[in-house]
């Protein structure tokens, strides 16, 4: 259990998304199939599901989930993954509202199989991700049952985790930092990735504090579950090695334990400038 309180969430900014399987845009342009695959939370999803993406089956109970999520209270957000999303939205916009003026709330989706995006046609085995083309997140909860098989946690710091470095590539557009790091190929993907692991961070530390708090106090045992969940997606994790670091995207297991750290202990978002140091 980590929200504390009771009552309705109203739904935050989130809606159920995809069902739309007929239209969606597959075979958009490559540009744009390179957008969304370079923001993945970071799971190569070849390596998860095996099978064909663009054969995975779309939302067929849109109505019940979009009921479901305009219903969720703060409790279930303690026990129901979906409400537990649309929490940590609740909470992450408040916390990057008190931190950055001008920041904006992005469109949160959570859907199952597959789903049109402004960034080309998304499915499930991406793994969660950010689109800046219409700065909506994107989340299927069946991931968070995934990253535990791959050795990460499902526990709910870790899956509000996952929430919140989606919400640091939105404040990282709203930055400018993504659309810099995007023309920068894998160095600038890793310094993205590893700048979201970091404001991920910045949230936790102030997700607990103040009369607004959401959460309870974070206990040490949850931010173990966080940090087993940013080893799982390593990329030497995801990889089974430490060759090659030039191809990662996202960072090494250590790289990510050590900026979502940083964020955490630090609770400052200008100790996140991934591209202000050759020390990553
Ligand atoms: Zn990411």
Not at 31 to 50: C, D, E, S, Y
Not at 129 to 138: E, I, R, S
Request: net charge negative.
């Amino acid at each position: 259990m980590t929200f504390q309180g009771s009552g309705p969430l109203g739904g935050g900014n989130v809606s159920a998304g995809g069902g739309g399987g007929g239209r969606m845009a597959l075979g958009g342009g490559v540009g744009l199939i390179v957008t969304i695959v370079a923001l993945l939370f970071g799971v190569n999803p070849g390596q998860i599901m095996g099978g064909d993406p663009g054969s995975a089956p779309t939302g067929a109970s849109d109505q019940a989930l979009s009921e479901h999520i305009a219903n969720c209270t703060i409790e279930q957000a303690n026990s129901d993954d979906v409400c537990r999303i649309v929490a940590t939205t609740v909470s992450l916009d408040r916390v990057w509202g008190s931190l950055m003026s001008g920041y904006t709330r992005p469109a949160t989706k959570i859907f199952s199989g597959s789903i049109a995006t402004a960034c080309g046609a998304g499915t499930s085995a991406m793994g969660p991700f950010y689109c800046p083309g219409d700065k909506t997140a994107y989340f299927d909860p069946a991931f968070f049952a995934q990253l535990k098989q791959m050795g990460g946690s499902d526990g709910p710091l870790a899956q509000e985790y996952v929430v919140a470095h989606e919400y640091g590539h939105h404040v990282e557009n709203l930055t400018g930092v993504l659309a810099k790091g995007q023309r920068m190929g894998n160095d600038g993907s890793v310094r993205i990735e590893l700048q979201a692991d970091c404001l991920a961070g910045v949230w936790m530390s102030k997700a607990d504090e103040g009369p607004d708090a959401m959460l309870e106090p974070i206990t040490d045992e949850q931010i173990q579950t966080v940090i087993a969940s940013a080893k799982a997606i390593g990329d030497d994790t995801i990889t089974g090695s430490s060759a090659n670091p030039e191809s990662w995207t996202h960072g090494s297991a250590a790289q990510r334990v050590r900026w979502v750290t940083t964020g955490y202990s630090t609770g400052d978002p200008r100790r996140c400038d991934t591209f202000a140091t050759d020390d990553l």
